[in-house]
């Protein structure tokens, strides 16, 4: 099966009837979780960013406390995990400030948390490629926002 385009889409959920556009949302998250947290995130969290990025950053706290600390390779993969989360709340959200936030916070978190980087290339990769990442997205912000992102994000580049 070929899928619309979001034109065509578009298009089509105007001439539904409100009760019928309801109706396909609630049926379009019950078959992916994802789905289901986008709607919960656009309904009941998207008008409070600043508490978002805050219960984001809580939520990265607790991952950060949970990382099995015994060998490299399962730092490794905890690291991916947050990564993988991160990412997804930065798509849900679609605000480079905070894409910034969040980033920010996870280098200044890894930076911090005594983990060797140097001694595992894998994780010395992800947190330069997040650096790389965090760099860009400041460049995307409004001058004066940049300028004090990128200061803290200096001090990280600079600390390794």
């Known amino acids: 099966m ?5 034109h065509e889409l578009k298009q089509e ?3 539904l009837k409100p009760a019928e556009l309801s109706a396909l949302c609630l049926r379009l998250a019950r078959f992916k979780k994802e789905n289901k947290e986008l709607l919960t995130y656009l309904l009941f969290e998207a008008h409070d960013e600043d508490g978002y990025i805050a219960s984001v950053k809580k939520e990265i706290d607790e991952q950060f406390e949970t990382i099995n600390l015994s060998h490299l390779y399962f730092v490794k993969k905890s690291l991916r995990k947050i990564l993988r989360g991160i990412n997804k709340h930065i798509r849900y959200t679609g605000s480079k400030q905070a894409e910034v936030e969040w980033l920010l916070y996870f280098t200044a978190k890894l930076a911090g948390s005594g983990i060797p980087l140097e001694k595992n290339t894998m994780i010395n990769n992800i947190y330069h490629s997040q650096l790389k990442k965090l760099f860009a997205a400041i460049h995307t912000l409004h001058e004066d926002l940049q300028y ?3 200061r803290q994000a200096e001090k990280l580049a600079g600390k390794k």
């Open 2 to 6: 070929k899928s619309a385009t979001i």
């Open 13 to 15: 959920m105007a001439q």
């Open 148 to 150: 004090d992102y990128m």
